[in-house]
DNA sequence: TGGCTCACG
DNA sequence: ACGTACGTGAGCCAG
């Protein structure tokens, strides 16, 4: 019976359980966690460690999960159109529900459904009964806001730990805030006017949040404002006076029942013990190690199926796509308990599990510490035809990192670590000797995760690695562009498989950590090889896998080959005036003072320009700029970006100041004063890390420091550039820049003739398009409608909107409607090429560059108007900006083995998505400027045959090259 | 650590 | 009606 309840801190839990698995599956849907059997198990691990978490946690004492019917409910007989726009459930999803009912059933929790009601009727009636009953607290477990509406003093919304947010208690203060009403119940009308997509609950056209807020703030409910229509002006009167109705009934959706015929009988949902032996045959099944030794204590999981026999020798390979587990033996017994298994999300705390070591599954690792040994390792390396290698350093920066060990692994599950004398130069530079017939010799793939590194380390020992070469984290990187490449993460999902963390060997991150330089090599040993014995079974999955779906040859042809290309300009370096910059920093330093006390005298008192909080106070709050309409964040602070200071510069000086102010110490911050710091002190150069894996259309990015965005645009920024120096007297640089290649690529593609012809002539494109779109003779084109046009150029590869252009060129919507409208009528072709790519992306669900490589677009066909009309964008433009990728990393290639073909001294240094910097001996410029336009204009030939065209120039500093 | 701002193509 | 141009990386502030 229930009356117990009264008198006791009781605390009952109501779980909604589809939004909690919907919720759990987008926090997957980056890197899906895929077990043995090939099952999706992302949305289960994600709510089983939610339901985990507050069991452990917040120890209810009573706990139900509502499910939603699965029948229709009232709402879709009311309404028609009733969620009518959500997409069917994600199969995952669908698949993962029987799972996770067996899971909470193990866990002796009640499921609760009602025929004809939603969860959150469930939920919301049982609340109330509960609080009228006088039970303590009720914590509504869900991430959906509607619950909002029924939050009082004892009933809580209780939204878990996601994505690194950790779990917050929403109560009555909050849900007034958050919505500026008085009363809970005002939810529902502020739902009612606004409506929500998500749900298809229509709301009154032309309300949103805002206006939503506003109204409820007046006149408190939606019947009350109906009533009185008439205080409402324009079209806004119009729009309430016609879509009463349907605001009433979207009142009426969002508006979450309490009558739903379900007693709450406090002692069913008593909080009982789980069965273990359940869960344990669950856990298992769906090899959730991590989980069940948190769940039903350490050591207990790996021990259930130690029986599985190891994998004979002999069985090599076993498909991952047949869930056959890995070469270490069934997944089952090799795979333990690591602190990796719960995903990277960090929302999952991983206490530390019991780990087996490599000694559990089968392998042979062996030291090869002996002249003898490398001989015959030697012996045996260059009578393979393909081998992974992976070098063991010192540290992550190529420039000071010395090499500890070397492994070598060419047949699944059998790996030699050689361990390389690392304090003494000369007998390490010996050893690398040794093996450099191998490095050398053509014939053999040599097989590397993010290979780039070890060519680096191995360079600084005079050592050029001969490809070909495959990355398993490039292979990666083409099969799934916005994903992570981390090797032990693809380690678990395609093979199974938990490599040894470096973090075991080495310590956490720390003053104290060591280094592999501190462990005696037989310890590092069986990590190195692993590490190489990973990399050769990763590459085996990933080939087939490139075939099937067309990647391969871009993988062979372009990215593989670039690898060399990278090592060796990161390797140059670019030299850096550190004096030039010295004395630019006290420069700029004289400026931003004088502006700073401008801008205290005009506030009238000192404060922290840099702090865009504190600013926002005094440029609003203190001054009263803005005159009313005043931009604030999605955080609630006043915005304070260039586009609101420019606005406000028209009224007052100080915006203009603060806009100075800031252009200043970003440079002096960013590049002045950061760049000098970055020096390698050996070679007076800095060396930048070009990564070939993060950028979703295929371009490269640059770090550490990112020598891609250098000013240019403005003329104190453009000083910067000055200050990039050849390498000696004997040096000039030289700037090799495609002319438009976005906008021709675009020509190409379209096919459209008006602009082919433009570029076929040589003219300049943007007067070209401003004299279609103006409808003047080209000579008489002003500076400001060739400002517009290119505006449009470009604004056309981002896949342009109205509001778009008309915000960047300052004028009215309408207006650049009409412009829009013109210029598709004027290139009929691109507007059709615009078309084209997003009904191909709709049916293909990827965009394709000129090599095939792919962008997945998978929210393209989306209810969401918003996400929607976003990848339609990308549809657009990443099939441009990727193959202008293409065609210059092919350049890259074709030019730097003809630089080495031809023994010339000029190095490559720079690549900056359309321009490549070269180091160039003054001697070579004559020779070398018509090769490398040749190779770059050549490197592609587009379809349509539109010529690219490339500007050269060389000069004392970068500024000069241009 | 995430948000904001701003440097580049 | 909605919200609004594509792709990056870094420094600073505030919590």
Partial sequence: MTDTAANQPHKLFLLDAFALIYRAHFAFSKNPRVNSKGLNTGAILGFTNTLVEVLQKEKPTHIGVAFDAQKKTFRHEQFADYKAQRQAM????GLAIPYIKKIIKAFNIPILVVDGFEADDVIGTLARRAEAQGFGEVFMMTPDKDYCQLVTDCVKIYRPAFMGNAAEVLDVAHVLQRFEIERPEQVIDILGLQGDASDNIPGIPGIGEKTAKTLIQKYGSVENLIANVDELKGKQQENVRNFAEQGLMS???????LDVPIEFEADKLVLDKPNEDELRQLFDDLEFRQLAARVLGGGSAAGVSSTAAPTPRGARRPKVTEGQGSLFGSSSDAAVASGAEEGETGSFGAPAGPRLTLADVPHQYHLIDSPELRKSLLEFLLQQTEVSFDTETTGLDTMTARLVGL???WLPGEAYYVPVPHDDH???????DEFRPFFDAKGTLKIGQNIKYDLTILRHYQVEVEGPLFDTMLAHYLLEPDMRHNMDVLAET???????????????????QKTMADLPPAEVSDYACEDADVTLQLKHVFEPLLKEVGLLDLLNEVENPLVPVLSAIEYEGVKIDSGAMG???????GYIQEIEQQIFTAAGQEFNIGSPKQLGEILFDKLGLGGGKIKKTKTGQYATGEEVLSVLAADNPVAGLILEHRQLTKLRSTYVEALPQLVCELDGRVHT????????????SSTNPNLQNIPIRTEKGREIRKAFVPRDENHVLLAADYSQVELRIMADFSGDKTMIEAFRQGLDI???????VFHVPLAEVDGEMRRKAKTVNFGIIYGISAFGLAQRIGISRKEATEIIDTYFQEFSSVKQFMDDSINKARELEYATTLLGRRRYLRDINSRNATLRGYTERNAINAPIQGTAADIIKKAMINIHDWLLQEKLGTKMILQVHDELVFDAVREEIEYITPKIKELMATALLLPHGVPLEVEVGTGRNWLQAH
């Fill in 90 to 93: 994600p199969e995952d999803i």
């Fill in 251 to 257: 009142k009426e959706l969002a508006t979450i029942h």
């Fill in 407 to 409: 492994s070598f692994c």
């Fill in 426 to 432: 000369a007998a390490a530079q010996a050893l690398i």
């Fill in 494 to 512: 395609y093979l199974h498989y938990t490599p040894v963390s470096i973090i075991s060997l080495i310590g956490p991150k720390g003053k104290n």
């Fill in 583 to 589: 004395e630019y920093s006290a420069e700029l330093q």
């Fill in 689 to 700: 890390s070009f990564n070939q894996a993060v950028t979703a259309t295929g371009r490269l």
């Fill in 766 to 772: 943007h007067t070209s398009t401003a004299s279609k």
